[in-house]
């Protein structure tokens, strides 16, 4: 990216207020990246917790597979989800609050015993399944902020911010040069002048 200046003054302040701007915030910049990518940890962690977990509860509806057939699965449905937002590090993620069944009532004396624990376990399926969809769902958010974020520091620190200080040296070295003409053309003419008036007394 290619830094558009002038060879003046205005110019010259005009890139240090950028330049100072980006040098202040890149601190800033760094450290929310930082809880950034440890939060995604802390989500990606969770995640692969909800995997495991799951893993163990299906394990257990598989365990009573033969039964399943015999079960009314109108008996128990999701009603509700309640979603809440969570701010990390500016990054608005959700937060899963509860989760609403509806269950269908049935004979206790006439359905099979095991039916309250299907209830049971399915609801927990479902519950822990949905916990797992906005885990990955907030570590896809965190994720991507922290690529934007970690995009940002590269760009400060390795194009604006060197961009930057080079354009500003480019302006003084320039400032200097013009100076130093400017000093040079001042003694020629002086010299000039003496010579032309010693040349007059002669």
């Given at each position: 990216?290619?830094?558009?200046?002038?060879?003046?003054?205005?110019?010259l302040?005009?890139?240090?207020?950028?330049?100072k701007?980006?040098?202040k915030?890149?601190?800033?910049?760094?450290?929310?990246?930082?809880?950034?990518?440890?939060?995604?940890?802390?989500?990606?962690?969770?995640?692969?917790?909800?995997?495991?977990?799951?893993?163990?509860?299906?394990?257990?509806?598989?365990?009573?597979?033969?039964?399943?057939?015999?079960?009314d699965?109108?008996?128990?449905?999701?009603?509700?989800?309640?979603?809440?937002?969570?701010?990390?590090?500016?990054?608005?993620?959700?937060?899963l609050?509860?989760?609403?069944?509806?269950?269908?009532?049935?004979?206790?004396?006439?359905?099979?015993?095991?039916?309250?624990?299907?209830?049971?376990?399915?609801?927990?399926?479902?519950?822990?399944?949905?916990?797992?969809?906005?885990?990955?769902?907030?570590?896809?958010?965190?994720?991507?902020?922290?690529?934007?974020?970690?995009?940002?520091?590269?760009?400060?620190?390795?194009?604006?911010?060197?961009?930057?200080?080079?354009?500003?040296r480019?302006?003084?070295?320039?400032?200097?040069?013009?100076?130093?003409?400017?000093?040079?053309?001042?003694?020629?003419?002086?010299?000039?002048?003496?010579?032309?008036?010693?040349?007059?007394?002669?």
């Amino acid at each position: 990216m290619a830094i558009k200046f002038q060879y003046n003054k205005t110019s010259l302040g005009e890139l240090g207020k950028q330049l100072k701007m980006r040098q202040k915030a890149l601190p800033t910049i760094k450290s929310k990246e930082s809880a950034l990518r440890s939060e995604v940890k802390k989500a990606k962690d969770s995640a692969n917790d909800f995997v495991e977990r799951l893993g163990r509860l299906k394990a257990e509806y598989d365990y009573m597979v033969s039964l399943w057939g015999e079960f009314d699965c109108d008996l128990v449905r999701i009603a509700d989800v309640e979603l809440s937002v969570q701010k990390i590090a500016g990054v608005r993620t959700p937060v899963l609050e509860d989760v609403k069944f509806d269950e269908k009532p049935y004979d206790l004396f006439s359905s099979p015993v095991w039916f309250a624990d299907g209830v049971d376990l399915l609801k927990r399926l479902a519950r822990l399944g949905i916990e797992h969809a906005v885990y990955e769902r907030k570590m896809e958010l965190l994720d991507h902020a922290r690529r934007k974020t970690t995009q940002k520091v590269n760009l400060y620190e390795k194009v604006q911010i060197p961009g930057y200080e080079d354009a500003i040296r480019k302006i003084k070295r320039f400032m200097e040069d013009e100076e130093n003409l400017s000093k040079s053309a001042q003694k020629i003419v002086k010299t000039k002048q003496q010579q032309a008036g010693e040349g007059a007394m002669l």
